[in-house]
């Protein structure tokens, strides 16, 4: 099934089909597309197959469903579905329309000689087959119905597959001789050139477009936690990492300063302090930025070359301190915290503190942060940031708006993530994550190039992928003599990424963004300090495609075994 997993949303009519075939072991071989986009379409702009079946030596079948409790036809022939207006355009116009879209782009560069392409309409909760008039504008083998469904639905569509065969032999002579098609690796190409060459057929520029805007867009759960934060002094909103909380503190610093209000939008790493300073650059009265960065504004001060922990978690802070003490700088109406868990420290929060009226304990507070799981520095913690601002509420995000469903499950797995995702805002591709097996000590630097080769081929510009590692030193991109990695990779500094270039990073610098496809080398238990939380922040990095490098031993261990 592609994908395997039927969308949430989806009408109950393709969940129950979904469900049936995906369950039957009658279709081990056939490949099933769910929800197929068609970008050339016969009639339309953009069209839809809500199904396609592509069963080896059988044909390929293109289903409508129609989850509708009631079916009528007048006499006019306009159909009315359910509470729906009546229309001229029949469900078996959609579905021959669909059918000879996706003939008209398999025939460009899939042989299609003895295979058959046909279509029906499948009425999951109607006995259709009894009640429809008979009609010129569709057999009877094109219907399939509530009852076909009952009875676990593939008996249906190869009885389908049969009666359109012999429908074809009838009108093409000698079509069925020898056997029909496709075989096994027709198959496998039918599904390539539909999935997804097919369905995005249209340029990456379009495609980077569609998925920024799908990213973006705010979900049930997040208008419901903004409500929250409107309706609340302090708020704490938790959840793991791809369930928004990056997108909501950006949206709760616009807000608040709408409202007229000054304040501070501040994080933890500088990678994320550029892009939030890039998408909030035509905020007024708001400063952005790292937490360190502002504390080194409020001190007037550059950082001694070479800066160690000292100074950044003590002496800076102290400074600042005395700065917000001695009235040089005003506390501001709000205060906006993402990457909370890495903040709230003792030291830290006593800056905070001063730096919104009303502070910790009264103040306009936003936080935003992942405590389980993506705390990859000591001494944070979440029971010191309530006892010093009592009136926090929490509010919990659980659904996943950034990864792929597969990619998720991945995660679950290979972290132990409990609960683990559930929910996923996107809809699954059929492409799982590549989890790559090294042995300790040995170059990554072949599997490297292997795996940025597989991801152009499926699309990706060199600019989509990022290499992430959870060393600070001595990761396989940094050392790594191949002539061609030498030449492509660079250093991610927050700047626009050229074309042609990729992208490296550590794992702790790219905390709180996300990239179309993530490679994570260098997975190894021995050399890692913190390892499962470095090894979930790497993984919910990529949207789309993930390819893990992993040390053998580590791969057993983390599955379950012994290294």
């Known amino acids: 099934m592609m994908p395997a997993y039927c969308p949430e949303d989806a009408p109950p009519g393709e969940k129950a089909v979904h469900a049936a075939l995906a369950s039957s072991p009658e279709t081990k071989g056939w490949i099933v597309l769910h929800s197929l986009g068609i970008a050339e379409h016969v009639r339309q702009v953009q069209g839809e197959a809500d199904f396609v079946v592509i069963a080896p030596g059988r044909g390929v079948l293109v289903i409508e469903v129609k989850s509708h409790k009631s079916v009528h036809v007048a006499g006019d022939g306009r159909w009315r579905l359910g509470t729906q207006p009546a229309s001229s355009r029949s469900p078996f116009q959609q579905a021959s329309e669909a059918m000879h879209s996706i003939r008209a782009a398999l025939e460009k560069k899939v042989g299609l000689r003895s295979v058959p392409v046909l279509y029906a309409v499948w009425f999951t909760h109607v006995r259709a087959r009894s ?28 009885r389908t597959f049969a009666a359109g065969t012999e429908h074809i032999d009838d009108r093409i002579r000698h079509f069925s001789y020898g056997g029909v098609g496709p075989d096994d690796e027709t198959a496998e190409r039918i599904a390539s050139v539909l999935r997804p060459r097919f369905e995005t057929a249209i340029t990456a520029g379009d495609r980077r477009r569609a998925r920024e805007s799908q990213l973006i867009t705010f979900i049930e759960e997040q208008y419901l936690a903004l409500d929250s934060m ?46 939030l300073k890039d ?7 708001l400063i952005t930025g790292t937490f360190h960065q502002e504390l080194v504004r409020l001190v007037g001060v550059s950082p001694p070359h070479g800066a160690g922990s000292a100074f950044w978690d003590q002496e800076l802070p102290d400074r600042a301190l005395e700065a917000l003490l001695d009235g040089r700088e005003q506390p501001r109406d709000f205060l906006v915290v993402d990457e909370a868990q890495d903040l709230t420290r003792g030291h830290f929060l006593d800056a905070l503190d001063l730096m919104v009226k009303g502070g910790l304990e009264s103040g306009r507070l936003l936080f935003f942060g992942d405590f389980e799981k993506q705390a990859v520095y000591e001494g944070a913690s979440r029971e010191l940031l309530q006892t010093r601002s009592p009136r926090l509420v929490s509010r919990r995000l659980v659904e996943n708006c950034r ?27 059929g492409v799982d994550p590549d989890v790559l097996a090294y042995k300790a000590d040995h170059d990554q630097s072949p599997m490297l190039v292997d795996a940025v080769h597989k991801l152009r081929d499926e699309g990706m510009e060199l600019s989509d992928i990022v290499v992430l590692s959870p060393l600070r030193g001595g990761s396989t991109a940094e050392t790594t003599t191949d002539p061609w990695l030498r030449q492509v990779l660079r250093a991610a500094d927050g700047s626009p990424v050229r074309p042609g270039q990729l992208r490296h990073c550590t794992i702790h610098a790219f905390k709180g963004l996300e990239a179309p496809a993530v490679i994570v080398t260098d997975l190894d238990q021995r050399r890692v300090t913190n390892f499962e939380a470095l090894l979930y922040v790497g993984l919910t990095r990529a949207t789309d495609r993930l390819i893990a490098i992993v040390e053998t031993g580590t791969i057993r261990t983390v599955l379950g075994g012994k290294s």
């Open 279 to 285: 998408e909030l650059s035509d905020v007024a009265g």
């Open 230 to 275: 409107a309706d609340n002094r302090a708020v704490l909103f938790t959840g793991p990492a791809g369930s928004g909380k990056t997108l909501l503190a950006m949206e709760a610093a616009r807000r608040e300063v709408a409202m007229g209000h000054s304040g501070r939008l501040l994080c933890f790493n500088q990678l994320l302090s550029r892009r």
């Open 131 to 158: 009640e429809l008039p008979a009609s010129v504008e569709w057999h009877d083998w094109q219907v399939l119905d509530s009852e076909d469904l009952r009875a676990g639905g593939v008996s249906a569509i190869l």
């Open 403 to 429: 990864n792929l469903p597969r990619i998720g499950y991945q995660v679950n797995l290979l972290t132990r993530l409990e609960p683990g995702y559930r929910r996923f805002r996107r809809q699954d591709d």
